[in-house]
């Protein structure tokens, strides 16, 4: 075995210095470097003779049969679709602006193919670029995040009967639907005097922590419980927890409302905040989107509030089929 890898490499290295006047066999710089692929030379670490094509074998650059790929690089065969997704979803605040290096590192990607990718994202309008260097998401996403029919079209179905509901409460007032296992927050009306948020617009919210979640959870597939919830709870806190969120999933699927008091997740603010929420159902049954109130503090009167907020989703619900 050892003989034939030493006949190999002298092989590799006669056919290069015929073809090229040099040896190839050193290793490739990241301007050789187009999608994880090297340009006759390396390919995540391992040589491959340009003298044959055909051939498919490999023999590591240390001398080795189980070298390693090199760190930092994509997986191999990764699409490039796939990257340039990530790199926008590297993005986690509105209006933040990354350097080149942190889009790289929060993206797992080369500096060099985050470039490349990123000046792609720049000439199509996704990302922009400032004088600094720096990358912030594009306009073009906002044009086109715009014509998303659970997004845009339900705002606009939701805004009138949303706008009734902040005018009386003076509250935040919240529209999200379901994304896989979380809620993402699609419009908010706020005034200036309602208690600070968590969660921002196009923010993802978790299903079993929050009213919002729970009324769309309340609603969704089986698979989805289990994948928020799990099978089983690791510790008697988290078997606690599962019993009260599936106790408020029942009192959704038989009220068409649920309100629940919590501890307040930002360290401003009341020590305590509520939320009550309501599903968004349409003609098959299954919810649309859910819709909530969130107020500080623990509630008192809050069937007057139920009731409002139940009759808003049942007009939301109405004007989304008719839309």
Avoid: W
Wanted: glycine share 10%; net charge positive.
């Amino acid at each position: 075995m050892l003989a034939r890898l030493d006949h190999d490499r002298a092989h590799t290295v006669v056919c290069q210095l015929g073809s090229r006047g040099k040896a190839g066999g050193t290793a490739a710089d990241d301007d050789d470097i187009v999608d994880g692929v090297t340009r006759g030379r390396r390919d995540h670490g391992l040589y491959v003779s340009p003298c044959d094509r055909r051939h498919t074998t490999a023999i590591p650059m240390s001398g080795t049969l189980d070298a390693q790929p090199r760190s930092g690089r994509p997986a191999e065969g990764e699409p490039l679709l796939a990257r340039a997704f990530r790199m926008l979803g590297a993005f986690r605040a509105p209006g933040e602006a990354l350097s080149l290096s942190a889009l790289a590192t929060r993206a797992r990607l080369p500096k060099s193919s985050a470039l490349r990718i990123a000046s792609q994202l720049v000439e199509l309008g996704a990302l922009e670029r400032h004088a600094d260097g720096r990358f912030v998401v594009g306009l073009h996403l906002l044009e086109l995040a715009t014509m998303a029919p659970r997004g845009h079209g339900l705002r606009s179905a939701a805004l009138p009967f949303m706008e009734d509901l902040h005018r009386v409460t003076d509250e935040h007032v919240q529209l999200a639907v379901r994304e896989g296992s979380e809620a993402v927050l699609v419009e908010r009306l706020s005034s200036r005097g309602a208690v600070a948020v968590a969660h921002r617009v196009g923010g993802r919210i978790p299903l079993d922590q929050t009213g919002v979640g729970i009324a769309l959870l309340a609603h969704a597939p089986d698979g989805v419980l289990v994948d928020v919830l799990g099978e089983s709870a690791a510790d008697a806190e988290a078997a606690r927890h599962h019993r009260r969120v599936r106790q408020l999933i029942a009192v959704v699927r038989r009220e068409g409302v649920v309100a629940l008091t919590g501890p307040n997740p930002l360290r401003s603010g009341p020590r305590q905040i509520t939320t009550i929420a309501a599903p968004v159902m349409d003609g098959r049954g299954e919810a649309l989107a859910a819709i909530s109130i969130v107020l500080p503090g623990s509630v008192t009167s809050k069937n007057s509030l139920r009731v409002a907020l139940r009759a808003a989703s049942l007009g939301i619900s109405r004007a989304a089929m008719l839309s």
